[in-house]
Nanobody, 127 residues
Framework: QVHLTESGGGSVQSGGSLTLSCAGA????????MGWFRQVPGQNREPVAR???????DYSASVTGRFTISQSVSRNTLYLHMNTLKPEDTAMYFC?????????????????????WGQGTQVTVSS
């Protein structure tokens, strides 16, 4: 059974930092992307960043230069290091695994087929 569990969310002031973690188990991470998404109530879920097994990363334009996605050597844990946070970063953040099937989510330059999801962790940035 696949498990993705996010942690590390919380409340922070504008300009602050947070690091999210996603612990995964029960699926094959070979030849796959892992990614982070976020969603504000009433809006569509949007891709934030993704990373493949050799460390290639992609980011949405809104977080480029501020967020960094990384992973443990075993790929069992995914991270999102968020710096210079803004109020507009407030959202529920989800991690996901792309196994080639599932709903497609696209940024301006890359897409992600979200096969497995975590339950999410809330990030709130106050001004």
């Amino acid at each position: 059974q696949v498990h993705l569990t996010e942690s590390g969310g919380g409340s922070v002031q504008s300009g602050g930092s947070l690091t999210l973690s996603c612990a995964g188990a029960g699926y094959d991470t070979t030849n796959s992307y892992m990614g982070w998404f976020r969603q504000v109530p009433g809006q569509n879920r949007e891709p934030v960043a993704r990373i493949n097994e050799v460390g290639h990363t992609d980011y949405s334009a809104s977080v480029t230069g501020r967020f960094t996605i990384s992973q443990s050597v075993s790929r069992n844990t995914l991270y999102l290091h968020m710096n210079t946070l803004k109020p507009e970063d407030t959202a529920m953040y989800f991690c996901a695994a792309d196994r080639g099937y599932g709903t497609q989510y696209c940024s301006a330059t890359w897409c992600f087929a979200a096969t497995f999801w975590g339950q999410g962790t809330q990030v709130t940035v106050s001004s």
